[in-house]
């Protein structure tokens, strides 16, 4: 009976932890972390949800870093910055390792810009494909 109760805790908690689950483990949730990162300006977070073909070193990590704060920010910041964000449709690659999402930013000035992103499943966990 011992065993049965210890069985029905566990059998409990992992449900929680997968009822939690990371926002990363659908290509919807991944699209709006990464979104989130870019309302904020935390380009680090960003390029930390990327998945690039080869490991990126600090140095080119921060070469990234910076070419959002040169070349994005200024744009965001014209518009008056990301007031908000929509996650929309999303289409899976046939393989389901890859997947396409469609969002629209929302800026302060009113305007907004429809756009899509494409993700990559990599173990377990989805990603925005940074390519090479």
């Known amino acids: 009976m011992k065993k049965m109760f210890q069985l029905m805790a566990m059998a409990v908690v992992i449900m929680a932890f997968v009822a939690c689950g990371s926002k990363s483990a659908t290509p919807e949730g991944a699209t709006a972390t990464f ?3 870019y309302q904020k300006g935390d380009y680090a977070a960003l390029i930390d949800q990327m998945h690039f073909s080869q490991e990126l070193t600090k140095e080119q990590k921060d070469q990234f870093i910076q070419m959002f704060q040169e070349k994005a920010a200024p744009e965001v910041e014209k518009k008056g910055g990301i007031a908000s964000y929509e996650v929309g449709e999303v289409t899976l690659d046939e393989d389901g390792q890859g ?14 810009k429809p756009d899509n992103i494409q993700l990559v499943l990599v173990d377990g966990k989805w990603m925005i494909d940074g390519g090479k």
């Open 35 to 37: 979104l989130k990162s």
């Open 99 to 112: 997947a396409k999402v469609n969002y629209t930013l929302t800026y302060g000035d009113g305007s907004s």
